[in-house]
């Protein structure tokens, strides 16, 4: 077994992740499935969850949704994030150059 607490190995399995907390930062939101209440109401994902709207719902295969993927290195880099997280994005950053 490896050890993940061996640094590189536990900063490629970490890479993902910091990707998604970086996209976070740039206004993109997360959209996977996770009721946030016991009455099993309210999701995280809100409208753009692909489980509670299949048909509105954003990509299952975005970051935003898995949270988490192995050997994010050799991932298609273009298709990490779905349409709509990358207009978010987008958004956000031209927003940034707008107010200086
Ligand atoms: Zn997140
Ligand atoms: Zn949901
Ligand atoms: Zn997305």
Not at 28 to 41: F, G, I, R, S, V
Not at 67 to 87: H, R, S, Y
Request: with cysteine; charged share 30%.
């Amino acid at each position: 077994m490896q050890n993940i607490f061996e640094s590189n190995i536990y900063f490629k399995s970490m890479v993902s992740c910091l990707v998604h907390e970086m996209a976070h930062i740039y206004g993109a939101p997360d959209h996977y499935h996770e009721w946030t209440n016991e009455e099993k109401t309210i999701c995280r994902g809100g409208e753009r969850c692909k489980t509670c709207h299949p048909d509105t719902g954003r990509s299952e295969s975005c970051l935003m949704n898995v949270g988490w993927i192995d050997n994010i290195e050799v991932e298609n880099k273009n298709t990490l994030f779905c349409e709509e997280c990358i207009e978010d994005m987008k958004e956000y950053v031209a927003k940034c150059y707008k107010n200086k």
